[in-house]
């Protein structure tokens, strides 16, 4: 655990001044570089090239070095992430940290972000004398985009001219080859741009005692089975396995519940139980926890169990007792009474489509929450059908890849336009998509001008993964939790992912603690969990 929160912040701009703090005064904005450089005609030549810069490799220095040159000021033009359309994760680096990198580089004078799709409009802005392109944009006729570009080029009297080379290198190709192991720098730079530090992070996980918070939601019991495979059998072409031990876990909206207990909340708890001995387990295993608890029986139903077989690390099976029809009228209004009768500061809808929740019932359960306190929407499918749209309007809403392609009827988007689709359609305040060990996607209605930035990718935090069952409802809670505490989106996802990581370096689905977060922050910071 940090010592001395305080220094944490203060040892990381340090560091940053000492690296790449000098350069960041050549990054400059589109207004700022045009009064620098002046309107032509000048006293000395600027040349301007543009492209993504996604790895500086061999072939841009062999351009920026022929460009250096032709002119006496070489201007750097970095295509903002939200136009990088290539690749299924392009951009692999964050514009902040590519703007820095060429910014380090000696050749380079001046570098802009272009928040355009095109090069057009600052090109036509900053009038350079010059504008260079690879080889490669001529050698098999003049690309369309290019004789845009060589025509905004020409209204002023400038010129385009390519750079020489037998040697076409490709980012997306080397990525593919090596993926360099970047998290930090990039986490750093989303943190630079946010203008957070580590010191704010920890300090929401101070808030986060006492916060009142209601879910609602399908439980689960995971029961894991843990055998040795004795070998096939002698007839069929069956595995036969001998059963060593078991433990049974609170998963679902229980496992929620229980998370965001064990980080300081004030808990609330409503969902669906079957009339059975799993009842009884589940009853008593919150009432350890001290969580006013709405446990409705079922008397038609089994309380779910979802029973997994490992054997050496593996899972063999999965075994479900379940029952997914829907709730009764009776049942919904009795649901609905519990949650009109406390105030919370948040509601956490977790959803696993096991009778509480569908298209009809969502809208009923939403309208019986008070309607200025914050909501968040958790809808885990898996083998069940369930669309995370139908939970319109709310603060945060939490999908996997799976499940948001399923809501758009769509398997054939990029990651990031499938996100902001559903961003849209969603209405929802943010979205924090699920990538798995990825890490996750952040979406938000950009804050332009000064903030353009309406996507932020995270890496995983994960050093060594065991178990990841339970890391989207660690993701849920703590994420939710940060929120309400910090009406920050990038440090409450920070935290989110870290406790995600926490659950996933586990066996079991055991409640994440405020000072496992605050480890795993550490080891992010030290740059441990690359």
């Avoid at 301007?48 to 022929?66: E, N, W």
């Avoid at 986060?208 to 002698?234: A, E, M, Q």
């Avoid at 799993?278 to 008593?284: H, N």
Wanted: with cysteine; charged share 30%.
């Amino acid at each position: 655990m940090f010592k001395n929160h305080s220094l944490i912040r203060h040892t990381r701009k340090t560091v940053d001044e000492m690296s790449l703090g000098r350069y960041n005064e050549k990054i400059k904005t589109i207004d700022g570089l045009r009064k620098i450089i002046g309107k032509p005609p000048r006293k000395k030549k600027v040349i301007m090239c543009h492209g993504t810069f996604d790895i500086v490799h061999p072939g841009h220095i062999r351009q920026l070095a022929y460009a250096k040159e032709k002119a006496d000021i070489l201007v750097a033009s970095v295509t903002a992430d939200k136009y990088v359309a290539k690749g299924e994760e392009k951009p692999f680096v964050p514009e902040e940290l590519r703007a820095k990198n060429l910014a380090a580089l000696e050749l380079v004078d001046y570098v802009i972000i272009d928040y355009h799709q095109k090069p057009i409009d600052n090109i036509l802005k900053i009038k350079p004398d010059l504008f260079i392109k690879g080889f490669e944009y001529a050698k098999d006729g003049i690309h369309p985009k290019t004789k845009e570009e060589i025509k905004a080029v020409s209204s002023y009297g400038g010129e385009i001219i390519f750079s020489p080379g037998d040697i076409v290198y490709s980012s997306t190709h080397l990525l593919t080859v090596h993926r360099p192991k970047i998290a930090l720098d990039k986490i750093l730079a989303y943190m630079d741009v946010e203008n957070v530090g580590f010191n704010d992070i920890l300090n929401v996980l101070k808030k986060f005692k006492n916060t009142k918070v209601h879910v609602i939601g399908d439980t689960i019991v995971d029961k894991y089975s843990y055998c040795t495979v004795l070998g096939p059998t002698t007839k069929t072409p069956t595995f036969s396995i001998k059963l060593d031990s078991s433990e049974m876990f609170l998963g679902g909206a229980g496992i929620v519940a229980k998370h965001l207990k064990n980080l300081g909340a004030d808990v609330t708890f409503t969902t669906l139980l079957g009339n059975d001995d799993l009842k009884d387990f589940v009853i008593k295993d919150i009432k350890k926890w001290n969580i006013k608890t709405n446990a409705i029986i079922d008397n038609t139903k089994p309380t779910t169990l979802k029973e997994r077989f490992w054997a050496d690390g593996y899972k063999l099976l999965q075994v479900d007792t379940v029952d997914n029809s829907i709730v009764s009228n009776k049942i919904l209004k009795e649901m609905c009474n519990h949650i009109k009768q406390d105030k919370h500061d948040i509601y956490v809808f977790s959803d696993f489509r096991h009778g509480i929740f569908n298209k009809e019932t969502i809208k009923t359960i939403i309208d019986s929450t008070d309607p200025k306190t914050i909501k968040v929407a958790d809808s885990q499918v898996s083998n069940r059908w369930g669309n995370i749209l139908e939970f319109s309007g709310v603060n945060i809403i939490f999908p996997n890849e799976k499940e948001a392609r399923f809501a758009l009827g769509d398997q054939d988007l990029g990651i990031r336009p499938l996100a902001a689709q559903l961003y849209r359609k969603s209405k929802a305040k943010y979205l924090v998509l699920k990538l798995g060990e990825k890490g996750i996607l952040i979406y938000r209605k950009p804050r332009a001008p000064t903030k353009p930035r309406d996507f932020i990718f995270i890496d995983s935090f994960v050093e060594e993964l065991k178990d990841a069952l339970g890391a989207g409802d660690a993701l849920l809670a703590t994420t939710s939790l940060a929120y309400k505490c910090s009406k920050d989106i990038f440090i409450s996802a920070i935290l989110g992912n870290a406790a995600a990581a926490v659950a996933c370096e586990k066996e079991g689905n055991h409640p994440v603690s405020i000072k496992e977060i605050e480890q795993k922050i550490e080891s992010i910071s030290n740059n441990k969990f690359e």
